[in-house]
């Protein structure tokens, strides 16, 4: 993976990250908020995990 489009996803993550401290934070917003906010930022990691996976395999078997 190239590092314009790690910095991107870097990025991403920054974002979901900063949602979930607001969401943390914030005294009116409901545990299912936070949940969701949580997850999101869970499945972005994993889907970018497993697309640096399938690169490396790829970038392997070439």
């Given at each position: 993976?190239n590092?314009?489009?790690?910095?991107?996803?870097?990025n991403?993550a920054?974002?979901?990250?900063?949602?979930?401290?607001?969401?943390a934070c914030?005294?009116?917003?409901?545990d299912e908020?936070?949940?969701?906010?949580?997850?999101?930022?869970?499945?972005?990691?994993?889907?970018?995990?497993k697309?640096?996976?399938?690169?490396?395999?790829?970038?392997?078997?070439?």
């Amino acid at each position: 993976m190239n590092n314009e489009a790690k910095e991107r996803l870097r990025n991403i993550a920054r974002k979901l990250v900063d949602v979930s401290f607001v969401e943390a934070c914030d005294d009116g917003a409901t545990d299912e908020e936070f949940q969701k906010t949580v997850d999101a930022l869970v499945n972005h990691l994993v889907k970018v995990r497993k697309r640096s996976q399938t690169l490396h395999l790829e970038k392997e078997m070439a």
